[in-house]
């Protein structure tokens, strides 16, 4: 296949690795996740809600935005407050390497 016409920003690989989580919350939210960690996005997570297909870049710093969560993830205030708390368990620390 020719791409002549591409003009590449990036193009890299990377090993990765992928946690899949699946829970139901409290409140009868179930979740169905892969929280994918990779060198890129200095620190942050790749999250993928599986069920809806919605995938953010998600650090502390994302946790902590008001209604954050809620307009990426299309949930309500309840939902996205049990999705906070399981991902405020697996979101570490912003490091920044630049």
């Known amino acids: 296949m020719q791409m002549t016409n591409y003009d590449f920003m990036s ?3 990377e090993d990765t690795s992928t946690r899949f989580v699946t829970f139901i919350t409290p409140n ?13 996005f200095y620190g942050k997570k790749l999250i993928t809600d599986l069920q809806m297909g919605r995938t953010a870049i998600i650090g502390q710093d994302d946790l902590d935005e008001e209604g954050y969560l809620e307009f990426t ?3 309500t205030e309840e939902e996205a407050a049990d999705l ?15």
């Open 73 to 75: 993830f299309k949930l």
């Open 11 to 13: 193009d890299s690989t």
């Open 28 to 40: 009868l939210k179930r979740f169905d996740l892969a929280i994918t960690t990779t060198n890129r």
């Open 84 to 98: 906070r708390q399981f991902l405020e368990l697996v979101v570490g620390t912003v490091n920044f390497t630049d």
